[in-house]
């Protein structure tokens, strides 16, 4: 039912839900609402895919991405890669209100950060670091090259580059999908608030992928891929394998098929369909709300894609499953 306000986040992330309704109750801010919600799941480190100790790296350390996309000013903030700084969605936030760019990356992120009065912080945990052991142990499967072998001289990487033969330059959408990505690793929180006087609001927060290459920023930070929003329009959020949905700006297509005049769950498929066309068995989904509060969510390469919702019709925050 349409209706506003509202909050909805991919998954079953129901007190970051919950923490974003209360904010909103509050001080009927978008952006501090998403804000808390995130920050919620960040804390919590849902799924062990958002906040820190969770993905990590070859080089066994978790980096976070994080964006906030404002509807109103069209403006955002957003972090990729971002080191030893837990609260991604908070310098995401500094970001948008306290400088003229879009997006900072990696240490020097964290720069900005500091100067801002973040701490430093390691973002290892023991989980993060046995995922890391289990992974060397497996011979460091290279989970994110092609076309390389390991080196057998190292314990892990680098990685040579094999000759180029006919063999190798086949099914490349095949190679193109990570394993990595499936049910027991999601995910992502992508969410979208709208206030009562529809500022519209979406943002994402996530460590990204488990044994990704050192300096691999997703889609979540990057503006139309991980999230977009426009309050004439509504919003949209995706998460999933964001190597492969950032090249078709799953979100931005989304908030555009509304702009057109299709309904949130058309928008929603058409943005999945788009993906699903090049790479069938990708792993991802996407929200789309338009400006009423009209939800529609797809999803490919799993079962069922859970999204949780609170408006003022809900008992809390509610859980709504989409078949793909
Ligand atoms: C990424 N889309 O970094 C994010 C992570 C995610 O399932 O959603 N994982 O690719």
């Not at 991405?65 to 403006?75: E, R």
């Not at 908070?90 to 997006?103: D, K």
């Amino acid at each position: 039912q349409a209706t506003l306000p509202l909050v909805v986040n991919t998954w079953a992330f129901t007190q970051a839900t919950e923490s974003a309704w209360l904010e909103l109750q509050k001080s009927s801010n978008s952006i501090e609402a998403l804000v808390e919600g995130c920050r919620t799941c960040q804390s919590l480190q849902c799924d062990f895919t958002v906040g820190y100790g969770g993905s990590p790296d070859e080089n066994g350390e978790s980096t976070l991405d994080a964006l906030i996309f404002d509807g109103d000013t069209m403006n955002m903030g957003a972090v990729g890669g971002i080191r030893r700084v837990k609260d991604a969605i908070g310098v995401a936030r500094n970001v948008l209100q306290n400088s003229e760019h879009s997006i900072l990356v990696g240490s020097l992120a964290a720069e900005f950060a500091y100067s801002l009065g973040y701490a430093s912080e390691s973002l290892d945990t023991n989980y993060s670091k046995s995922l890391y052991d289990a992974w060397k142990q497996a011979n460091c499967q290279p989970n994110f090259w092609k076309d390389v072998t390991p080196d057998p001289t190292e314990s892990c990487g680098p990685y040579q580059l094999k000759p180029q033969t006919e063999c190798s330059l086949t099914n490349e959408i095949e190679q193109d999908v990570p394993t990595v990505f499936n049910t027991g690793n999601h995910d992502t929180i992508g969410m979208i608030v709208i206030n009562g006087d529809g500022h519209v609001v979406a943002g994402t927060s996530t460590n990204g992928a488990n044994h990704k290459i050192p300096g691999r920023v997703g889609d979540s930070p990057i503006p139309g891929a991980g999230a977009y929003a426009d309050s004439e329009v509504g919003a949209a959020t995706a998460t999933g394998d964001g190597d492969v949905m950032m090249r078709f700006l799953p979100s931005f297509l989304a908030v555009e098929q509304m702009r057109q005049g299709a309904s949130p769950s058309a928008a929603a498929r058409t943005a999945i369909a788009r993906i699903a066309t090049k790479y069938p068995s990708f792993f991802g989904a996407v929200i789309a709300v338009d400006k009423t509060g009209a939800i529609g969510a797809a999803c490919n390469g799993m079962q069922k894609f859970t999204i949780s919702v609170m408006n003022t019709t809900t008992q809390g925050a509610a859980l709504e499953y989409v078949g793909c």
